[in-house]
């Protein structure tokens, strides 16, 4: 730092004494200069910066209250604090704000010059898809749903008029209705978008400089993205959420018709087997980039994945009633295109207050070329694959499972194994004995230091509670009761594991066993319209894990808060999750993204989608629309911290004063 005459200003002596002068949490150095200054023996008025480092000891949030006003409820509402304590006795205090980069429907500048409208959708051939529902008002359909993303930093980075370029990668879910009000779900090809953000290296603070559209032709298109991860080798892993059951096309479940006339102008083109697998965003220097899909990672409700630190090992939620946990190890370290996929299967029971041990079937090895290529070159098709009835054949060849709570009789056809493990992964891995048993289980993240891992419980209902509609005993996952708040379910990781037949599985991050860390709790519903305590945690979705603050964020996607909530659990302490952010009413918290340093700087990414989209309480939803442009427009952004610490001001003075 450059000495200079003035007289320094509060920022600059946080700055000096914190290594934090705004904190975009974003942007906490967590290694601050906290010990004392030095004034230069030659002009008293200089004071250099401090020479001996102090080091980050507890993080500790402070919960703001649920919000009550309808002003406040009607937008994100951001109250809480953070307080640091250093490990020389002093501590800084910050409170939370948050920063929206655009409003989808928003004119936003361009990558490569112009405008773009941000999360703005485009058929195959790169133009806008129009939506005409409204014959006087066209215009080009946007998303409501902003959704996964990825905060990522690139080492040779370089764009042009961009001094410090981060980017940050965004998906868009779906758009929730047209301008007729009719629903446009499943229908529209989910764009992601590359967004160039310049980092002011002395508040750390980030500005939207340029928004790249992501061409997704690639990957066949993308289908209804919604949570996302970076991998440990800064790409962005995306998802395809609810996959459209190929046995089901055009007697029910999402159909491809609408998506494939959108994207490709033809509904013929859409086939079901190229959606419901793990896309990944490679970000380019400039701020370009390029997508491609691994069919190779099973065809399930991919949800949010999570990469161990073997850079193989990738754990899966699925996000589906009668969903299973799911784990792939890549042949290579980053390089998702080839490896095994495995189901568990619990060997006792998961209860509210058990610990479940866990085996894992193998269900095949493939590449995603060759799975793809079945699709795309060959042209199979789920009767190629396997039979799957909804009446008993009464035929011992047959095996009954119970998928989204209905009985399916099936059997593969011989030498069809790989094809049903990639294309048919429900059926095939309940065939095989995996315990399909769970509903909604979502985000995933990793704590490395403790070697565990997280898994969201949207709702704990249905296939998870005994004797309910879905539940099958030999699963192993028995709760006594439903809990439509859910709850987060932890395992432990370790290495040694072989799978059901035997075979050593070659990975030190193996899931082993189960138990609940968090739980929500329904209610009768209150003044407010929650249905589940306010002051605890409802349908956890994004799961977000801070090795250097020791807490795990958690995003909601719960109708039981008409507000939902943001929240931060300290591992250690084991006290209750605090409340850092609500969004606005209706609105589901999404983009979770926790980065431990950036340049020296922390972030947590927060989006979130489809404001007003709930029954209507006391004019809140009037309001809400109204302050999102009809409810068509959504935001996405990042939680802010300005420094509040008078009495490290005052030990900065009185040390100057001294000296």
């Keep these: 730092m450059t000495a200079n005459t003035a007289q320094p200003s509060r920022r600059d002596l946080l700055k000096w004494f914190t290594g934090i002068p705004f904190l975009p949490l974003g942007a906490m150095a967590t ?344 699709v795309n070159k060959q042209n199979i098709q789920p009767t190629d694959i396997m039979e799957s009835l909804t009446i008993n054949p009464n035929d011992p060849s047959f095996t009954e499972i119970t998928l989204a709570k209905k009985k399916l009789w099936v059997k593969v056809k011989p030498g069809m194994e790989k094809a049903a493990a990639f294309l048919e992964t429900h059926r095939y891995a309940a065939l095989k004995g995996g315990s399909m048993a769970f509903t909604k289980m979502e985000g995933t993240t990793i704590n490395i230091k403790d070697k565990k891992a997280y898994s969201a419980l949207a709702n704990i209902q249905d296939s998870m509670v005994k004797d309910s509609n879905g539940w099958v005993a030999s699963h192993n996952v028995t709760f006594s009761k439903k809990v439509t708040a859910g709850g987060i379910l932890e395992h432990d990781l370790t290495a040694g594991q072989s799978t059901t037949a035997g075979n050593p599985i070659k990975s030190e991050w193996v899931p082993y066993q189960s138990k609940i860390l968090v739980m929500g709790e329904d209610i009768a519903v209150d003044s407010l319209g929650n249905t589940a305590h306010p002051d605890k945690i409802a349908s956890p979705d994004n799961l977000k894990f801070s090795e250097t603050l020791r807490t795990l964020f958690i995003g909601e996607d719960s109708g039981n808060h008409p507000n939902n909530f943001l929240w931060a659990y300290n591992i250690d302490s084991k006290a209750n999750p605090v409340r850092l952010l609500s969004t606005p009413f209706g609105a589901e918290s999404t983009g979770l993204h926790a980065v431990d340093s950036i340049n020296g700087w922390t972030y947590i990414m927060s989006n979130f989608q489809h404001p007003g989209d709930a029954k209507d309480i006391s004019g809140l939803k009037a309001a809400t629309l109204a302050n999102y442009n009809g409810g068509y427009s959504a935001s996405v952004g990042y939680i802010t911290a300005d420094p509040i610490a008078p009495s490290l001001i005052k030990k900065v003075t009185e040390t100057h004063k001294a000296s």
Excluded at 160 to 187: C, L, T
Aim: contains cysteine; charged residues 20%; hydrophobic residues 35%.
């Design 31 to 374: 290694a601050a200069s906290l010990t004392g200054c030095n004034e230069d023996n030659n002009n008293p008025n200089v004071i250099t910066p401090p020479v001996k480092p102090a080091n980050l000891k507890h993080a500790i949030f402070t919960a703001m209250a649920a919000p009550i006003a309808l002003s406040d409820r009607a937008k994100t509402s951001v109250s809480s604090k953070l307080k640091i304590d250093w490990d020389d006795a002093s501590s800084t205090e910050y409170q939370l704000g948050y920063k929206s980069f655009f409003e989808t429907g928003s004119k936003v500048p361009k990558w490569g010059g112009g405008e773009i409208i941000a999360g703005g959708y485009f058929n195959a051939k790169g133009e806008p898809i129009i939506d005409v529902s409204v014959p006087t008002l066209p215009r080009q359909y946007f998303s409501d749903c902003p959704d996964g993303s990825s905060l990522i930093h690139l080492d040779n980075a370089k764009v042009d008029d961009v001094k410090n370029p981060v980017f940050h990668v965004v998906q868009f879910e779906y758009a929730s209705q047209n301008q007729a009000g009719q629903s446009e779900y499943g229908n529209l090809p989910s764009p992601i978008a590359i967004l160039t953000l310049d980092q002011d290296q002395n508040t750390g603070h980030l500005e939207l400089k340029k928004y790249f559209n992501v061409d997704t032709s690639p990957a066949h298109g993308l289908w209804i993205t919604c949570g996302a991860s970076m991998s440990p080798w800064h790409t962005h892993l995306s998802s395809e959420e609810y996959e459209p059951d190929a046995f089901q096309q055009g007697i029910g479940g999402p159909s491809v018709e609408g998506y494939g006339q959108n994207f490709f102008g033809d509904a013929r083109l859409a086939k079901p087997y190229n959606y419901g697998h793990l896309p990944e965003v490679i970000v380019n220097p400039d701020g370009s980039g390029k997508i491609v899909k691994h069919f190779c990672l099973g065809r399930i409700s991919h949800e949010l994945v999570h990469v161990m630190p073997d850079h193989r090992t990738v754990i899966m939620g699925d996000d589906y009633t009668n969903g299973g946990f799911f784990m792939f190890i890549a042949d290579k370290e980053k390089d998702l295109s080839a490896g095994t996929l495995y189901v568990a299967q619990y060997m006792n029971l998961l209860t509210e207050s058990t610990t479940a041990q866990i085996k894992w079937i193998e269900l095949g090895h493939a590449t995603s070329q060759e799975i793809e290529d079945l």
